[in-house]
C-alpha cells in the first residue's frame, strides 16, 4: 500500500466510526416504524440496508487495519 492508499483507509476508518451512531439511529427509526409517510417496501429496504451496514463497516474497517498493518511489517 502506498501512502495514498493509507491515509484514504485511515479516513475510511474515520468516517465509518463517526458514521455508526447515526446508522443506528435511523435503522432504529425504520425498524419501530417512526418514520412518517412510507410504504412498509422502502421499510423493510431500509431496515435490511442499515442493518447491513451496521454489521458490515467494522468488518471492513478491520480488514483495513489488517492490511495496513502486513503492508507496513
Not at 23 to 32: D, E, L, P, S
Amino acid at each position: 500500500m502506498n501512502k495514498v492508499e493509507i491515509i484514504g483507509s485511515i479516513i475510511f476508518i474515520i468516517i465509518g466510526i463517526i458514521g455508526l451512531k447515526p446508522m443506528i439511529f435511523n435503522f432504529k427509526q425504520a425498524y419501530n416504524h417512526q418514520i412518517p409517510n412510507i410504504s412498509e417496501a422502502r421499510r423493510i429496504a431500509l431496515v435490511i440496508y442499515f442493518g447491513l451496514a451496521i454489521l458490515l463497516c467494522p468488518f471492513v474497517c478491520g480488514l483495513l487495519i489488517y492490511l495496513m498493518y502486513i503492508r507496513l511489517n
